[in-house]
């Protein structure tokens, strides 16, 4: 395990021995598949056979870590801790090793000088910091740049994350991990080979929303920043005879499997043609099948439009005999109306000449 401290752009080590500070150099490593990353090689590796030894380690580095009291926060930190836990797992008879690495980033919060920073007459302005830090007492002065330096590095973090989530713009393309320790140090974490887990600390004060919609808002943009997992696996140069057994049996089950793969391929190409065969005949018959509706429509729309036409011609027929009807029965009725009117005349005359004779 390592505990690292980055105060004022410079890198500590937390488990140096000895109460003096041990700054550190960060070296970039460059590899093919993973690009550029860093290290700190003269940095102390404290081995830790149990949990509780790096748990023991974390605490040490914590005690000597830069903290002061500010008028926001009696132990404010003024730097970045990075708890780092790598582990190394080798297997002697594939001649494989496995290496992973844990980084527990603590940062430090943002600040607005105005709010956290002891003024000149302030009772906290000359606070030291905590445990075995070398820096029994700080002025304003340093307490300001101490603040500038931590917003400074989050704004380069949160620069990083902006290119990151704009990778096509060509102009944004190159990602600034080297402009500041931090973001050379998480450079793995973000955008690299890792699987990162970011905690966002909020307040529940209205006087701190400001502050918290910042940090949400950062949060969001770090959640869009996409990294590809990888295992980190070595294999010795000359692989030892099981593994080799196991590579030659994983070849042969691949080209079982490719066999079998192009036997299925030729059965779904097979089945696929009378698939076809059987849709252009499906679709065949459905098209004769319309066009002997449709024909069948036609001849049907003709019928009745010949039935309406007949029935018309009835319509017309009848109207015709029964208006003759009406006119014969007319005439009839005029008929019978002038015999009545000459059978009564004549009986008139009748009954004239009897009385006369």
Known sequence: VSVLEIYNERVRDLLAPGPGVNHVDVHEVRSDHLGASFRCPEATHRPAAHPEDALAALAEGMKRRETARTDMNHHSSRSHLIFTLSVTQTDQELGATLRGRLHVVDLAGSERLKRSMASDTSPYARQGSRGLSPCTARTPRDQRREAGEINKSLSQLALVIQRLTNSSNSSLHMVPYRDSMLTRLLAESFGGSSKTC???TCSAQTADREETRCSLEFGKRAKLVKNKAEINLEVACEPSPVMQ??????????????????????TLVAERAVTL?????TEHCLSEAVADLLESQKQHVAEVRGLEDQQAAVHRHWIRAATEAAETQESCTAELAWLHRERLALHEELLSAASAM
Do not use: P, W
């Open 198 to 200: 970011l905690i966002i």
């Open 245 to 266: 057994a196991l590579v030659a049996k994983e070849i042969e089950d691949l080209q079982h499997q490719k066999e079998e793969m192009l036997r299925e391929k030729e």
């Open 277 to 281: 065969d059987r849709l252009r005949h």
